[in-house]
């Protein structure tokens, strides 16, 4: 509260910046995402602003020029006057993971299976932020909390590219840390995975011939 009353309705942190984004009336145009940081090519004081915006159909996508435009002279009235701000397009990584998952013998495992897609829309139902990492450890934590699950054995993430998916060529192995646990995308980039519904965005479901142990694909 007192940094907010000092900052008399000036956009000082980056929170701040932010914040003033999604302010923006929607007259003026609509930031699904933005992300902050001290542009590395500037002067001290110079900040870059990556944006992106959602479609229709809630898929990301680029930022139209006009509103970038509009964004530019929103943020003109309440940023600090040292602070210059250019703001670019924040780049779409989408990607997709497969996971090998046990099943309980006495459950139904089509049900299982059903429940660990639910759960896992739900998990990737919030777009993430410019620059926020996955932990894939998550995506085990939230297989092995579904009833009916054993084990989650295994899983692989892999960045998606051609057709529908962004152009970002980018493979994970650049992306993870080094045990493997984290899918780190650069400041300026976003991480989208764009279809939830796995069986009918092209997903499949492969059976292994233990009986139990399935292999899934969600893109």
């Not at 699904?32 to 001290?44: E, F, L, M, Q, Y």
């Not at 900040?47 to 003109?76: C, F, H, M, P, R």
């Not at 777009?127 to 054993?150: D, F, Q, R």
């Not at 962004?166 to 045990?179: Q, R």
Request: aromatic share 10%; glycine share 6%.
């Amino acid at each position: 509260a007192y940094a907010h009353y000092a900052a008399q309705n000036r956009a000082v942190t980056r929170n701040d910046y932010e914040s003033y984004c999604y302010k923006m009336p929607p007259s003026l145009g609509s930031i699904k995402r933005a992300n902050i940081v001290n542009d590395p090519s500037g002067t001290n004081r110079r900040l870059a602003l990556y944006v992106i915006s959602q479609d229709a159909d809630g898929n990301l996508e680029q930022t139209k020029d006009v509103v970038k435009e509009n964004l530019k002279v929103w943020l003109l009235k309440n940023k600090m006057i040292n602070d210059g701000i250019d703001v670019y397009d924040a780049k779409i990584i989408n990607f997709g993971f497969d996971y090998e998952v046990v099943t309980d013998p006495n459950q139904n495992s089509f049900s299982v299976l059903a429940d660990v897609d639910e759960r896992l829309r739900k998990h990737f139902d919030q777009k993430l932020h410019v620059g926020e990492p996955i932990y894939i450890n998550s995506i085990y934590n939230v297989i092995n909390k579904t009833i009916g699950v054993i084990d989650c054995v295994k899983v692989n993430v892999e960045t998606k590219t051609g057709a529908t998916y962004s152009n970002v060529n980018i493979p994970v192995e650049f992306l993870l840390n080094d045990k493997g646990t984290i899918v780190q995308p650069p400041k300026n980039c976003i991480l989208e995975i764009k279809y939830l519904d796995s069986i009918e965005a092209g997903g499949k479901y492969g059976f292994s011939s233990g009986g139990g142990v399935f292999l899934i694909t969600m893109d």
